[in-house]
């Protein structure tokens, strides 16, 4: 309990300090009489009457530098849009460019993004980039920007913008409708950074000075936005999303004839008000998703996979980043999912529709309520389910917030009584974030409880703190869930455990010499059943740095302990198990390098070779690269294992590998597809797919999938045979209406 006290005031309000605090910027917002033309030439007289942001420092491969390469940034406004004008000067004319496609990844090209607090709460921002092609992305971030999961590319709405390219530099011209946004209305400032990747001159810039042991987008490093004239409320504001959608699938182990379908659905977007967002979905359709890329599981646990559909990927943090990743209470790809009573499989369980209100209130409260319904399957003994979730976050002092969540599964029909299924599932939770003000301290900590018939509540706590200097980082994290603590609706890995992970990084920033950035790093992981004792750990060192082409490597060398309470196969070949109740020590060494990501070739490889539970194992996973700019790449991708164990007659072997092929047509028209063949999974899949995005936020999607069974059953030696299992074509058409 002791302990407990002393991790809980580590979260309290303390004052960090940052030597970068002291610089002001601003920028004000010019008032537009006349609408400039999205080309991307910054060749209208309006333009050139303003004073832009300027002064760019280095974020990489220093932050104690002006950029080499400056950026000058425009702001104007009318009544219904935001103007933003862009110049972006380099070092010669050899912009780097990955892809046409919207919503590209920012590293390793030449692109910038602009992130808006629009709420100028330093918690929750909107960004929207442009690289020089004129391809455009844009996005949330999302708990101050402290880290990479604060970082989503699911936000999607109407906008313009393009880009020219001259003789040393680049510019760009942005149109964002007010209506896209929410704002509260009667701010005259809000808070706004931006940062910019220079590939010719090998450098990250941006305009706020910014540490570099902080993130590019962390908002605690925001300048303010100043306007003349605040922009208006446009009250509520309606955009309806029709889809039809169409396909044929056979099931060839089953020797069915082919099935085709055709449905209809949409959604349908209304903003409430400038800060409130109610999106409605009618029998909802995610054929056009991409499916899962297969994963080599090697543990006792379920593999995490994120959530693709759009739906329910907006607003995602509102509702999904309470408690851990591992002790998640509500994980939305539950929706959806049922389980067959006659297998005990899982399948796909219809949804039928839902509603989700979600956004501001005021400045330092969010509001998020979730509704979802699911059809009865009678064959399966699938029950109707209903998913409701409510969400409240309340903002506290400069950048941390208190948020309550409340989720309720509630099983209905038939399926129910005849399969003796539990009606409902139930979890209340409490959770609190801490950011100081330049993000040295941050931390979290919660406690949820979950209600089901004929159970007590159990309950799940952790906490976790961290202590972030330039040349310093320390963190502690500690988690506990009690044995049956149960959220349907979560993503909860394992149960009855409590668990401690300390971890101390020293890091430097060499002034001279190959390397840009080293950092020195010692961490354990402590798990303990209750009642019983230590039951894993994992006690590690190593190094990791980035050269000065931003190239990385890292060495690790670790000892690992684990206790095993039920039989366990760990070469996952379905292989002779090892036997339950005996205990394992065992040291690894691994490594990894990935290369310069601006080359058109690039590559990463991380080895691995050590002892593993009673024997050996090595291996190998990466990727390597091939980018035909501006168009695309191709991608292959692998992990091979080698297992020398003494209770197996013969070494076993796990390999998973593939290659992805993305090309960009044009900026409306990309294709991508792969292809995975996994040994451990005795399954070889391809995923092809063809988007047309033939008007704003609307598309036309041609998907095709093929699944094999990988290997001859019969003579597991012929790795090679490959009879198909299944095979599906969709095509699915949506169009945004705004009313």
Known sequence: MFRNLILLLLLLPIVGYSQFDDESKSITVADFTEKPVIDGALDEAMWAELTPASDFWQYFPT????????????????????????????????????????????????????????????????????????VIREGVITNGGNGFRDFSESWDNKWKGDAQKFDGYYTAELEIPFSTLRFDPSNTKWGFLAYRFDTQDNEMSVWKRTPRQQTLFSLAYTGEMIWNKTPEAKGSRVSLIPFISAGTSKDFEAGTASSSFADIGGDIKVGVTSGLNLDLTFNPDFSQVEVDRQVTNLSRFEIFFPERRQFFVENADLFGDFGFSDI????????????????????????????????????????????????????????????????????????????????????????????????????AGLDFNYASTDNTWSGKTFLHTSITPGESAKIAHGTEAAYNTRSFEMTWSHEYVAQDY????????????????????????????????????????????????????????????????????????????????????????????????????????????????????????????????????????????????????????????????????????????GP???????????????????????????????????????????????????????????????????????????YWFNV
């Open 486 to 657: 149960n959220a349907e609706v979560g993503f909860v890995r394992r149960t009855n455990y409590y668990r401690a992970e300390p971890s101390i990084s020293l890091r430097s920033f060499p002034s001279s010499g190959p390397f840009n950035r080293i950092s020195y790093r010692g961490d354990a992981d402590f798990i303990f059943k209750p009642g019983f004792g230590k039951t894993d750990h994992d006690i590690g060192v190593g190094v990791n740095g980035q050269f000065n082409n931003g190239a990385r490597f890292f060495l690790g060398l670790s000892h690992n302990y684990v206790y095993l309470f039920d039989d366990f196969d760990p070469t996952g070949t379905s292989s002779t198990p090892l036997e339950a109740e005996t205990e394992y020590n065992y040291v690894n060494l691994e490594g990894s390098i990935s290369t310069d990501s601006r080359k058109s070739v690039s590559a990463s490889f991380r080895p691995y070779i050590g002892e593993y539970f009673n024997g050996w194992r090595s291996g190998l996973q990466g990727s390597l690269t091939l980018r035909y700019q501006p168009k695309g790449s191709i991608q292959l991708n692998y992990s091979w294992n080698h297992f020398s164990m003494p209770h197996l007659d013969e070494n076993k072997q796990t390999l998973l590998i």
């Open 328 to 427: 998640n209470p509500f994980f939305s790809r539950r929706i959806g999912v049922g389980k067959d009573v006659n297998t005990g499989s899982t399948v796909q369980n219809r949804i039928l529709g839902g509603a989700r209100l979600s956004g501001k209130l005021n400045k330092d409260t969010r509001i998020g309520l979730l509704t979802m319904q699911t059809e009865q399957n009678q064959e399966l003994g699938v029950p109707s389910a209903n998913y409701s979730v409510a969400v409240l976050q309340k903002k506290l002092w400069d950048r941390s917030n208190i948020g309550f969540i409340v989720i309720n599964k509630q099983s209905s029909g038939e399926a129910v009584e005849i399969n003796e299924l539990t009606p409902y599932n139930r979890v």
């Open 63 to 134: 932050d104690s530098l002006l950029a080499k390469g400056q950026t000058e940034i425009y702001m104007g406004a009318d009544k219904d849009n935001l103007y933003i004008g862009i110049k972006c000067y380099g070092a010669g004319n050899n912009w780097l460019v990955n892809s046409l496609k919207r919503d590209f990844r920012a590293g390793g090209n030449d692109n910038i993004t602009l992130v808006f607090d629009t709420f100028d709460d330093q918690t929750n921002g909107i960004f929207f980039g442009i690289n020089p092609e004129g």
């Open 660 to 734: 992805r092929i993305d090309y960009t047509f044009s900026k409306a028209l990309f294709a991508s597809a792969f292809i995975q063949y996994n040994t451990q999974a005795k399954n070889t899949n391809v995923n092809a797919r063809l988007q047309w995005r033939f008007a704003p936020v609307s598309d036309f999607f041609l998907v095709f999938t093929d699944n094999y069974l990988t290997g001859n059953v019969s003579d597991p030696s012929d790795r090679f045979a490959f009879d198909i299992k299944n095979r599906a074509i969709v095509a699915k058409l949506t």
